[in-house]
């Protein structure tokens, strides 16, 4: 093994993000900028910080100063730096800017659509399917995504604070639960906590006996790359089977400091698999989600779901119908590597669970044959699937 020079010197900073530090951080060093502390001491949160670097719209201006109690906007300097400073309806800017309709609430929205609290047997821990648990470990991410599935619970004021009791009941019930063997931690974004508090975590959850596998739900790779650091990607290749589940949005996102902080999980033993939420004028396209997938498999992560948007209140300008989501997966199967293709999620609203959707290929029988149209639309085709 090489010898590491001091973590910071050696992290990827592409020209872009210099660029960027020079002009909104002048006083920051190439240091302060790699380092994880710094970029989540000057996240952008008000609309104020943004204003000095983002050519607001009137609407995303309106969205940021009004009054009252609303889902917070936060964005580290890294990721900001990835986002189009003058045009509102490009990719990243429109899932991290607020704008009034998300204070819309459309038919069939809900604060909380898949009924976690109601699956919820103790603080924290979604226990929806048989086998495996959802353990929520914080309320805090380094940025807000507009569409967020929990935004019912995230951007509390207890923002960072750990809830060791509620972390220690969470713990307390997977030991408790012998059918559990999969736990997925997320929240919030676990991987904000300090190794220390990271370590804690898995010790415990690595100690207990019939969990076959450990998984983490993260975007921190992305908007905040510097966090993994060689030290954190050490303490994780402790817990094996530790898989992490990437949520990826757009090719924007893959940089070079992203594609580091990937092939440093990689690299660590720890399989990554991605996770797109589809959303209308952000990826809601066949092209974009082939570039993805293909950028992805490149830096080593396997795509794993493509996801319905879930009808949280106020989403509805993110929200596409279910059928484009198949139309992008018809367009991808066969068409390239099957290792490119997710798969297409619905979660149901009410608690039912996921369900996957695919393009449909048969066209009915004719006696014993199947028959079937292949990916590029060609009809005819049968497959002998005798029905007695
Ligand atoms: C999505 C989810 C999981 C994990 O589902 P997989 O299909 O195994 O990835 C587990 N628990 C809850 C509550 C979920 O919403
Ligand atoms: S990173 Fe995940 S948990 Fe955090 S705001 Fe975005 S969608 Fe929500």
Known sequence: MTQPEPQSAQFAISDRSRQFRRAFFPSASAEDWCDWRWQLRHRLRKAGDLAGIFELSPDEHQALTRPGCVFPVSITPYYASLLDRSDPLSALRRTMLPVPEELVASHGEMSDPLAEDRHSPVPGIVHRYPDRVLFLVTDSCPVYCRYCTRSRLVGGKAEFDINLEQWRRGIDYIAATGSVRDVLVSGGDPLIYSDERLDWLLQRLHAIPHLDMIRIGTKIP?????????????????????????????????????????????????????????????????????????????????????????????????????????????????????????????????????FSLVPDHIDGRDGDDLLITNYEGRTGFRYPDPVG
Request: aromatic share 6%.
């Open 222 to 354: 992305l908007v905040m790359p510097q966090r993994l650091t060689p030290a954190l990607c050490e303490m994780l290749r402790r817990y094996h089977p530790l898989y992490v589940s990437l949520h990826v949005t757009h090719p924007d996102e893959l940089t070079p400091e992203s594609a580091q902080a990937c092939e440093r999980l990689a690299d660590a033993g720890i399989p990554i698999g991605s996770q797109t939420v589809l959303l209308k004028g952000v990826n809601d396209d066949p092209d974009i989600v082939r570039r993805l997938m293909h950028e992805l498999l490149k830096i080593r992560v396997r795509p794993y779901y493509l996801l319905q948007c879930d009808p949280i209140t106020g989403s509805a300008h993110f929200r596409t119908r279910v059928d484009r989501g198949v139309e992008i997966i018809a367009q991808l199967r066969g068409h390239t590597s099957g290792y490119a293709v997710p798969h297409f999620i619905v979660d149901t609203p009410d608690g039912g669970g996921k």
